[in-house]
Structure formats: structure tokens, C-alpha cells
T-cell receptor, first 108, second 114 residues
Framework: RKEVEQDPGPFNVPEGATVAFNCTYSNSASQSFFWYRQDCRKEPKLLMS???SGNEDGRFTAQLNRASQYISLLIRDSKLSDSATYLC?????????FGTGTSLTVIP | NAGVTQTPKFRVLKTGQSMTLLCAQDMNHEYMYWYRQDPGMGLRLIHY???????AKGEVPDGYNVSRLKKQNFLLGLESAAPSQTSVYFC?????????????FGPGTRLTVT
């Protein structure tokens, strides 16, 4: 079983829509959690860390549910520029484990 | 700061040839990682290092070797390339310790083995 699993999508949404991505992790000892954004043929870049109490950065909200071992990312008022692949990541010890990524396309 | 850089950006190898990928970081990070990314497989850890002179195996280490002779550099070697090693290779670095923040990635090396 993969350490981190996420729905690959693709998600195709109209501009202005709200879209949510979920990610589950299998190791209850995982300590830190992140969402990365990866544009086509580019490296992953940090979108936001995920804190236990949940956190928000503009149109983006991240949540962590340790009891159910999942993290989520909510994007409100989607923009064309949000089109990308979103990767979730969990750390266990010194290692990062990444999901396979969820593809998002925002349609005009 | 350049962050994390990778050399080369692209390479085509014939089966059986060898090569070394170089990763360099100027952020004084202790930890460095090599991943490969394939369609539908996500990022898979090949090897990593928690400090100069130390390396450890990740999820898919077979066919690769690494060395960390200097803190700022992490080398990934392919001794005898195989078509199955066609992939995009990313290097990443981060500060030491748990809860110490995210990984920073290099721009990637696109390797094709024919």
C-alpha cells in the first residue's frame, strides 16, 4: 500500500468554482504535511504547509484530520492560473512521501 | 541564492552507458534527496542523505548509486543505464530535523535511455 494516496483526477472546473482535493496517508506516525503545486514540465513548488488546526492562505484552505489520516485542500474562486497538478506530501522520519498528484484544469 | 540546481537538464543515453547527475544547493541544507517521477507513479525516492558522507536507500534504489562528499552537492550515478531508467529526475533539499519545513526542488533532469 502506498504511503500517500490521492485521486489523480483530472478535475475540470469552470472559473470561479470551488474545488476540493483529498489525500490519505497510511502511517499514523507521519509528522508534517504539505501541498505542492507542479506545473507542466516544472519542479514541484510548495503551495502551503498543513497545520493541525487547519490553515488558510488567500483562496486556499488546508485541513488535517489525524484521526482519519487525511489532508485536504480547498481552492475557492478558481482562476485559470490555478491549472496545475497538486501533490500532497507527508513526512515520516527523514523521508517525504508524495501522492501521485491530482490534475486540475480551470476552464474559462 | 540559486537554490537547488541540477546538471544536466537533458540527456540521452544508450543502454549500458553510464552517467552522473549533479545536484547542488546553496541554502546550507543538511538533507538532500533524489527522486524520479514517472507518469502515474508520482515522485519516488531513490536515495537520500542526511549529511555529508552519509547516504541511505529510498523506495527505488536499484541501478543507482549516490555520493555526498560535500554538504552542498549530491551526486546520482547510473552505472549501466537501462530503458526503465528513462524518467525525470528531481533533486531536493531541506533543513535537518522533523518539523523543519518543506523540501526545495531543483528544476529536474530529463533522461532518456534508448
Amino acid at each position: 500500500r502506498k504511503e500517500v494516496e490521492q485521486d489523480p483526477g483530472p478535475f475540470n472546473v469552470p472559473e470561479g468554482a470551488t474545488v476540493a482535493f483529498n489525500c490519505t496517508y497510511s502511517n499514523s506516525a507521519s509528522q508534517s504535511f504539505f501541498w505542492y503545486r507542479q506545473d507542466c514540465r516544472k519542479e514541484p513548488k510548495l503551495l502551503m504547509s498543513v497545520y493541525s488546526s487547519g490553515n488558510e492562505d488567500g483562496r486556499f484552505t488546508a485541513q488535517l484530520n489525524r484521526a482519519s489520516q487525511y489532508i485536504s485542500l480547498l481552492i475557492r474562486d478558481s482562476k485559470l492560473s490555478d491549472s496545475a497538478t497538486y501533490l500532497c506530501a507527508a513526512t515520516t522520519g527523514n523521508q517525504f512521501y508524495f501522492g501521485t498528484g491530482t490534475s486540475l484544469t480551470v476552464i474559462p | 541564492n540559486a537554490g537547488v540546481t541540477q546538471t544536466p537538464k537533458f540527456r540521452v543515453l544508450k543502454t549500458g552507458q553510464s552517467m552522473t547527475l549533479l545536484c547542488a544547493q546553496d541554502m546550507n541544507h543538511e538533507y538532500m534527496y533524489w527522486y524520479r517521477q514517472d507518469p502515474g507513479m508520482g515522485l519516488r525516492l531513490i536515495h537520500y542523505s542526511v549529511g555529508e558522507g552519509t547516504t541511505a536507500k529510498g523506495e527505488v534504489p536499484d541501478g543507482y548509486n549516490v555520493s555526498r562528499l560535500k554538504k552542498q552537492n549530491f551526486l546520482l550515478g547510473l552505472e549501466s543505464a537501462a530503458p526503465s531508467q528513462t524518467s525525470v529526475y528531481f533533486c531536493a533539499s531541506r533543513r535537518a530535523g522533523t518539523g523543519m519545513g518543506e523540501q526545495y526542488f531543483g528544476p529536474g533532469t530529463r533522461l532518456t535511455v534508448t
